[in-house]
């Protein structure tokens, strides 16, 4: 059996022919792995999780999804394009750009709807992810009027209703407090422990260790400058540095002044 | 900055479209109303409108207005309020129209009442003075309707109404998005607004403003084109294939029927008094 989820091989992207966003990307994504890509802003996260979402295709190389080969004209196949939407989804960045629908709950059980689920099951799905994410308040509420921290569990709550196999996020706990982040990374772990395959872009190194397998780390070239095991990569400071992922830091400490690359990792490595 | 004309009318006009479009205060109210199925409440409305513009006996009239009225105080609605938003503008303004139609000039008939500007002779004609004031309460009850069912029915609610008359469910949903869209604009250009004026301190030239507000409505171009590509991409992400599917979930309930009920005896009886 074949449990690869997705296979990219010396895949490159531009937009409009003429701005690179990726270039020469070689990626293997087992089923049930967790991964992350990391990276500064403009570094093609998010173009990648597009393309593995279907949504824009290589200029050149190939990308597979479950052992096919993706292609735009694939998704013209109706039962194709049905299947693969069911297995994948994606949470944009932007939660604004997600809900689109008057009220939340429009918003979701859009998925679900589209992609021919039944009405019961659509509100047994409901009923579950109401209580996981504790939106059960903010049902009926229009989008425009919620805090970022719940749009973003919204949004997150419109993927998991269609139960996919791979879940893709991309900076899932941008702007979001502690205690959110805390919850949706909990979510994301046990979607992984049931199998999901969870493949996240971000730049809040805290969180990498918990939800990686594998790092990829993007460089301003728009290509993977290394992949590696998240210990090994969040040891590499140069690396990091050299990337805009840490920066250097600088307080005082009973009338000295010290100076170190600051990681918000200190307190993850002594355990 | 000054506190100057521009600046007054962006925010005028902002805090207008977030009051009056989207809080939505009143339709979240425990009201008689606010409880209807939204789909009894819309048809029986539109049926009391159409009959409001057959209606020939301004005594029926008044009563549907006054029924109106009754029904706004019963769905917890502040009647200056709602006497203000159905009043100003459109009734006002066709006053001014039907104004003319009162004198002996444009509507011949029996002389009421009559006086003299500036050597000419203006006659007030009973015909005349009757089909103004038929005309004004048509356009003020009919208008309280409408104004009364839009505030105490939420804008989703609205919008999935829409589907019962067969209105294709793409151009239900583009409203629905345009809807949503324009609030996010709205919180744009308050904040970008709020960011120039942070920024000038002082008062502007009239044409460094002028400019800075053009290249603002371009960045508001461009910002709402990138903003319809990626919200086309989170559609087809979740299956959107060019038809979009609902729920329909509405619920009738004993209450429901009991205003239909009443609502149809009222319509059949005007029906039969005109």
Known sequence: ?271 | MKNNFIERSIIGALSFLKESIFAEEYAARKGFLQSLDPRVKTVTFLLFIVQVLFIKNILILFCLYALCLFLAWLSKIDLIFFLKRTWIFIPLFSLFIALPAIFSIFTPGEALFAFKIAGLKFIITRQGLSGATLFITRVVTSLSFVILLSITTKHFELLRVLRIFKIPQVFVMTTGMCYRYVYLFVEVIENTYLAIKSRVGTSLHYKKGQSIVAWNIAFLWQRSYQLNEEVYKAMLARGYRGEPVVLNDFRMKARDLAWLFFALIIIVAIFYSI
């Open chain 1, 1 to 271: 059996m074949n449990d690869t989820a997705f296979q990219l091989e010396n895949v490159n992207f531009s937009y409009l022919g003429k701005y690179p966003a990726l270039r020469n990307i070689d990626i293997t994504i087992k089923q049930g792995q967790k991964i992350s890509v990391i990276g500064a802003n403009g570094s093609g996260k998010s173009t990648l999780l597009q393309m593995l979402d279907g949504l824009i295709f290589p200029d050149t190389g190939a990308i597979k999804a479950f052992g096919r080969e993706l292609k735009e004209s694939d998704f013209n196949d109706e039962s194709f394009c049905r299947d693969f939407r069911k297995r994948v989804g994606l949470v944009f960045q932007n939660p604004d750009v997600q809900l689109f629908c008057p009220t939340v709950k429009e918003d979701i059980i859009f998925g679900p709807l589209q992609l021919g689920c039944g009405k019961r099951e659509i509100e047994k799905r409901l009923e579950v992810i109401l209580s996981i994410l504790e939106i059960k308040d903010l049902l009926d509420r229009p989008p425009h009027q919620l805090s970022v921290g719940e749009k973003r569990k919204v949004a997150i709550a419109s993927v998991l209703m269609i139960e996919p196999d791979v879940l893709i996020l991309d900076e899932p706990t941008a702007g979001l407090d502690p205690l959110t982040t805390r919850h949706i990374m909990d979510l994301l772990i046990q979607a992984n422990e049931s199998g999901k395959t969870i493949i996240t872009s971000t730049h809040d190194l805290h969180i990498v260790e918990e939800i990686s397998d594998i790092v990829y780390v993007f460089g301003q070239q728009k290509c993977i400058v290394k992949a590696g095991e998240p210990d090994i990569i969040l040891k590499d400071t140069a690396l990091l540095e050299a990337h805009n992922l840490l920066h250097i830091h600088t307080h005082r400490h009973k009338d000295k002044i010290h100076i170190h690359p600051h990681l918000h990792l200190e307190h993850h490595l002594e355990e």
